[in-house]
């Protein structure tokens, strides 16, 4: 007869959020309240679905949480819109994708009751010739709201939107000092931040390969954002970047003027 076997649990959840030792990526996690999430991955045209359908509930929330098997409706030529491939394979992509994404899901660990709990995002999705029809299943439904109700600007949404490696990442770092003036990281915190500690990047590679990437990125995604950047020197050395972040009405007024991102020079840092 076997023996009882006691389970790590606390091992179990570290090997959830903390995979090979290392914790998951920004764009792989959300945190509600006391309840941490790890999100399956998602395919660009899945992440926009999921970005929409909780948009409908944000613009829905009106005091009264929504039922659990409530629905929300999203025209199908919008989501058609965003499928980046010709038009003889539509069909077959829509269809995969669709297939697919019912079957994604996140794990979620809420820390007060120690409990884990899996979930998939959609209970359902029916298509017809104008129309698809979502339904969240059960135990997203009180997330979701949670998030949609707690978190005006929707910046959990805009989370799990970002496709880039380390894009989520520069968001979480620079988005929480947004309308606060010129923050400041030093290379170490930075490179720490985005599990890159162990490499030889230089600044130069940091800038090219990792920031600006994620930067346009953020652009491309969002037009009440604007973002600049640049080195921090001691001597000749860079030992630091700063950051200044604007977002809402301010932010697009001035990306009418610099629609594009682009590199802030010193001197930009002084002169604001």
């Given amino acids: 007869m076997k023996e009882n076997i006691n389970l790590d649990f606390t091992g179990l959840v570290s090997e959830l959020l903390y995979p090979a030792g290392q914790e998951a990526k920004a764009n792989k996690i959300i945190k509600v309240g006391n309840i941490i999430g790890r999100l399956d991955p998602l395919t660009e045209?899945?992440?926009?679905?999921?970005?929409?359908?909780?948009?409908?509930?944000?613009?829905r929330i009106d005091g009264t949480p929504p039922a659990s098997n409530?629905?929300?409706?999203?025209?199908?030529?919008?989501?058609?819109?965003?499928?980046?491939?010709?038009?003889?394979?539509?069909?077959?992509?829509?269809?995969n994708e669709i297939e697919k994404?019912?079957?994604k899901g996140i794990w979620l660990y809420e820390e007060a009751t120690q409990k884990l709990t899996r979930t998939h995002w959609f209970q359902s999705i029916e298509i017809s010739n104008r129309k698809v029809v979502f339904q969240f299943a059960e135990k997203i439904v009180p997330i979701v709201t949670e998030f949609t109700l707690l978190d005006t600007e929707l910046q959990i949404v805009k989370g799990l939107r970002y496709k880039?490696?380390?894009?989520?990442?520069?968001?979480?770092?620079?988005?929480?000092?947004?309308?606060?003036?010129?923050?400041?990281?030093?290379?170490?915190?930075?490179?720490?931040?985005l599990s890159l500690?162990?490499?030889?990047?230089?600044?130069?590679?940091?800038?090219?390969?990792?920031?600006?990437?994620?930067?346009e990125e953020i652009y491309a995604w969002d037009d009440s954002v604007f973002i600049r950047f640049g080195p921090t020197f001691a001597g000749r050395r860079v030992e630091g970047v700063w950051f200044e972040v604007k977002?809402?009405?301010?932010?697009?007024?001035?990306r009418q003027q610099y629609p594009d991102f682009k590199f802030s020079s010193p001197e930009d840092k002084i002169n604001g």
């Fill in 101 to 103: 994404l019912v079957k």
């Fill in 70 to 95: 409530e629905t929300y409706v999203m025209e199908l030529n919008e989501i058609l819109k965003s499928c980046d491939v010709e038009q003889a394979e539509l069909s077959s992509y829509l269809i």
């Fill in 247 to 254: 977002a809402g009405e301010e932010a697009r007024r001035v």
């Fill in 45 to 59: 045209f899945q992440q926009k679905i999921i970005v929409g359908v909780i948009s409908l509930v944000h613009k």
């Fill in 164 to 193: 880039g490696k380390h894009t989520g990442t520069v968001f979480e770092m620079i988005w929480k000092w947004r309308n606060q003036g010129i923050i400041e990281y030093s290379i170490p915190e930075i490179m720490k931040q």
């Fill in 197 to 215: 500690e162990h490499t030889r990047y230089s600044y130069g590679q940091l800038r090219l390969r990792v920031i600006e990437p994620s930067i």
